[in-house]
């Protein structure tokens, strides 16, 4: 056990600000999506009344499909895409070009969004794609691949790679190797590239919004432009519901790994 | 491999391409005339004002979040067990929350009938409610609120790391606090400052949704700069070049905080992952 610092009353204190800060809106929001308030009285009371409306709302249902199906796609395409690439770059000694790809796999992480999503924009144009599902899966793999790559290939390198060796030893042949041995020691990075992946894709507006044309609407395009048309209480609902999943997600994690970073 | 060949590497190659052309009569690139004059039309003072106030925004979003977010994860980082969970889980919770829906939230603290509004009509404090629900104090908020997570979640795996007895040590050397924290702790949480900060000045500095949702009419930045010049104004050329104005300040600002710390910040969105 490390000898920790005591948590005195002024490291809470100061810390304080920053949680306020980080969890009013979103506790704000989840207590509007239960409330009516009626124009007349100015009362308010408890309800279920925008789920329902959200239930009706078929364009932001339609939006969310669509969504789920985007991120389903680009994560899918995206891990297989990542794990390629971690391996050649994890396993293949020094290639001509080793570097400069491992600067290229950083540049969508520090690149702003706008500029990858304008770049895609003339691009899809100059080739004369149809903007629509096909160019915004496209973009997300694009932006979602670095992140897979990073996170199988610091798994690559993390275990012993004797094994490997040893199976080869025993007469596995390479393909067994990589079935039998690699694969499932590398299946957890991948499951959790592929869910960083699909968030990546269900979160994404400024891309999604460059690259989409009309033909799809994104549940974050429809969330768009309906808070530019005003404040919208369906929107409370949904938030609330989303936010229930993110909450459930986070915590079934901690319960897996326990709450430790790296 | 080749796919960010075509779809990054040759994408970015054309906004610099796009950058020296004009712009046709309907909308479209011309090439008849190759040379820098968008970049000259750059330096217009209305331009440069907007370059300066997304520079500003973007630095005091940095700072604020600094402020903020340092004794968060110091508080992660010394807190035990049951605690630590909880507060992990309520800077992971808005970090994996839907960009848009914490924007949306922000709006509607802010808003009219919101409880902010409410409060200081009580108070009877003299903020004007315009400048409260739309304009440079809304843009911040939502920008600091926003990437706050950014900063905490690098910061506090560095800090994680760190040896606590090495203070005790320090101390004992006749080293004061702040000596102690100025020599022993922060250069060895430095990567993870220095990738929080970029992870939050970077996108800071091309943000397009908060000014819009939050900024009003006024608050016009290098994000909706470019955006209003591709899908409003249809002048191509123009936006590339502001584009490419944005990412030669975005590669000042790593070769300033020094190299790949991409990849420690990388980690730790993993380590984030629920």
Same mark, same amino acid.
């Given at each position: 056990m490390k000898t920790l610092p005591r948590v005195s009353a002024s490291s809470v204190a100061a810390a304080l600000p920053g949680f306020v800060l980080l969890l009013v809106p979103l506790v704000l929001l989840v207590i509007r999506s239960f409330v009516v308030r009626s124009p007349l009285t100015g009362e308010s009371e408890w309800t279920l009344h925008w789920y329902f409306k959200l239930w009706e709302n078929g364009a932001l249902t339609?939006?969310?499909?669509?969504?789920?199906? %985007?991120?389903?796609?680009?994560?899918?395409i995206s891990t297989v895409l990542g794990t390629l690439?971690?391996?050649?770059?994890?396993?293949?000694?020094?290639?001509?070009?080793?570097?400069?790809?491992?600067?290229?796999?950083? %540049?969508?992480? @520090?690149?702003?969004? %706008? @500029?990858?999503?304008i770049a895609l924009l003339i691009w899809f144009v100059f080739l004369s794609v149809t903007l629509g599902s096909l160019s915004v899966v496209l973009a997300h793999v694009t932006f979602s691949v670095s992140y897979v790559v990073l996170t199988v290939r610091a798994r690559?390198?993390?275990?012993?790679?004797?094994?490997?060796?040893?199976?080869?030893?025993?007469?596995a042949s390479s393909w067994q190797v990589f079935r039998r041995v690699t694969f499932p020691l590398i299946l957890p990075a991948m499951i959790?590239?592929?869910?960083?992946?699909?968030?990546?894709?269900?979160?994404d507006f400024l891309i999604t919004f460059f690259v989409s044309g009309v033909g799809v609407d994104t549940l974050p395009l429809r969330v768009y432009s309906m %808070?530019?048309?005003g404040v919208s209480p369906e929107l409370n609902a949904l938030s609330t519901l989303l936010l229930g999943v993110t909450v459930l997600l986070a915590g079934l994690g901690f319960k897996k790994s326990g709450a430790t970073p790296g | 491999m080749s796919?960010?060949?075509?779809f990054l590497l040759i994408p970015l190659g054309f906004i610099l391409v796009y950058s020296l052309g004009r712009r046709g009569t309907y909308g479209g690139v011309l090439f008849d005339q190759v040379d820098i004059r968008n970049y000259i039309r750059a330096l217009d003072p209305i331009y440069i004002?907007?370059?300066?106030?997304?520079?500003?925004?973007?630095?005091?979003?940095?700072?604020?979040?600094?402020?903020?977010?340092? !004794?968060?994860?110091?508080?992660?980082?010394?807190?035990k067990k049951p605690w630590r969970n909880w507060l992990v889980l309520a800077v992971v919770v808005p970090f994996w929350t839907n960009f848009i829906v914490r924007v949306y939230a922000i709006k509607l603290l802010l808003s009219e009938q919101g409880p902010l509004q409410a409060l200081i009509s009580v108070l009877g404090l003299p903020l004007l409610p315009e400048t409260l629900g739309s304009g440079f104090f809304a843009v911040m908020l939502g920008m600091i609120t926003n990437y706050l997570p950014f900063l905490v979640l690098p910061l506090w795996v560095s800090i994680e790391k760190f040896d606590f007895t090495q203070l005790e040590a320090a101390k004992d050397l006749g080293a004061t606090r702040v000596q102690s924290f100025f020599r022993v702790l922060l250069p060895q949480i430095r990567g993870g400052l220095v990738s929080g900060m970029i992870f939050v000045f970077t996108p800071a500095l091309g943000e397009?949704?908060? !000014?819009?949702?939050?900024?009003?009419?006024?608050?016009?930045?290098?994000?909706?700069?470019?955006?209003?010049?591709?899908?409003?104004?249809?002048?191509? !050329?123009f936006g590339a070049a502001i584009s490419i104005l944005l990412i030669a300040l975005v590669a000042v600002a790593l070769a300033l905080g020094g190299r790949a710390p991409a990849r420690a910040a990388g980690q730790s969105k993993e380590g984030a992952l629920p």
């Open positions: 339609a939006a969310l499909l669509s969504s789920l199906w %985007i991120g389903l796609w680009s994560s899918l690439a971690a391996l050649s770059l994890a396993r293949s000694g020094g290639f001509p070009g080793k570097k400069l790809l491992d600067s290229i796999l950083q %540049i969508p992480l @520090v690149l702003p969004e %706008i @500029v990858m999503g690559l390198e993390g275990f012993d790679t004797s094994l490997e060796d040893a199976a080869r030893d025993l007469g959790s590239g592929a869910l960083m992946a699909f968030t990546l894709s269900f979160d %808070i530019r048309f | 796919w960010f060949a075509v004002g907007i370059l300066w106030q997304s520079l500003k925004l973007a630095t005091l979003t940095t700072v604020s979040c600094l402020i903020l977010g340092f !004794p968060i994860a110091w508080l992660l980082a010394i807190s397009f949704l908060i !000014p819009d949702l939050l900024g009003g009419a006024r608050t016009m930045l290098l994000g909706n700069l470019i955006t209003e010049q591709f899908l409003k104004a249809r002048d191509w !050329p």
